[in-house]
């Protein structure tokens, strides 16, 4: 069954573009020409990623990525914009964005991104599980399928998709080091010196939702000139 995509931009031509583009790589796409219309859809249908726009009528990306994020956690988001600075970035992932690309934008990276963000979608990881994994380090459990993890006392916390692949990656190699390399190529299956601060945002967003005190972090470190490292609680790192 093909991922089901929805591209919200007020710019035909754009909009067009993409419904064309991603069609041919067997997507099957909606779209929105502002943010009403693109909130109404992305509550009501089932997608598998949506592209946003900032600057729409009637409704911001930003809003439209939070109203999103308040009532479906999972669903990764791309932002497409014209407004690239990094104050805008922050902005965008602080919204709940998965990824971030300023317009004009290369076709080809956009399909690049678009693929990688599918890989988390929920209905991508029930296609590709087959038993209901629960990962563990110290007091946080980590469960793949639902993209929510317990921690200490039980309490559930969800997790955007990004925050989960992160997190992730993370459990996966605990009480090691993982470069920031290692991590922008097995999140968002590339590496590039320009994306490390939307990867120190999305840390930063992983911290406030899993640390008592996100600026003393007991779990989730800093490796000075490498990257980051998952340690059991009350671990000192190396």
């Known amino acids: 069954m093909a991922q089901r995509l929805l591209i919200a931009d007020d710019d035909n031509e754009i909009r067009e573009l993409l419904e064309f583009d991603l069609s041919q790589s067997g997507y099957e796409v909606d779209s929105a020409k502002d943010g009403e219309e693109a909130l109404q859809k992305a509550l009501i249908g089932n997608y598998d990623l949506i592209l946003l726009d900032v600057m729409m009528p009637k409704m911001n990306g930003f809003d439209v990525c939070k109203n999103i994020r308040a009532t479906k956690g999972e669903v990764p988001i791309l932002m497409l914009t014209a407004k690239g600075?990094?104050?805008?970035?922050?902005?965008?992932?602080?919204?709940?964005?998965?990824?971030?690309?300023?317009?004009?934008?290369?076709?080809?990276?956009?399909?690049?991104?678009?693929?990688?963000?599918?890989?988390?979608?929920?209905?991508?990881?029930?296609?590709?599980?087959?038993?209901?994994?629960?990962?563990?380090?110290?007091?946080?459990?980590?469960?793949?399928?639902?993209?929510?993890?317990?921690?200490?006392?039980?309490?559930?916390?969800?997790?955007?998709?990004?925050?989960?692949?992160?997190?992730?990656?993370?459990?996966?190699?605990?009480?090691?080091?993982?470069?920031l390399a290692v991590l922008l190529n097995e999140v968002w299956g590339y590496n590039s010196d320009d994306d490390v601060r939307m990867l120190r945002v999305h840390v930063g967003g992983l911290r406030q939702k899993i640390e008592e005190n996100p600026k003393i972090p007991e779990y989730l470190h800093t490796v000075t000139n490498v990257g980051y490292k998952l340690t059991p609680f009350g671990e000192e790192i190396d």
């Open 85 to 179: 600075t990094i104050n805008d970035k922050t902005q965008g992932f602080d919204s709940g964005a998965d990824d971030y690309i300023v317009k004009p934008f290369d076709i080809q990276e956009v399909l690049l991104r678009v693929r990688a963000l599918v890989r988390r979608s929920p209905s991508t990881k029930i296609q590709n599980t087959s038993s209901q994994e629960i990962l563990k380090v110290g007091d946080i459990e980590l469960f793949p399928d639902s993209l929510e993890t317990a921690i200490k006392n039980g309490k559930k916390i969800k997790l955007t998709p990004t925050e989960f692949e992160i997190l992730y990656c993370l459990i996966q190699h605990f009480n090691n080091a993982v470069t």
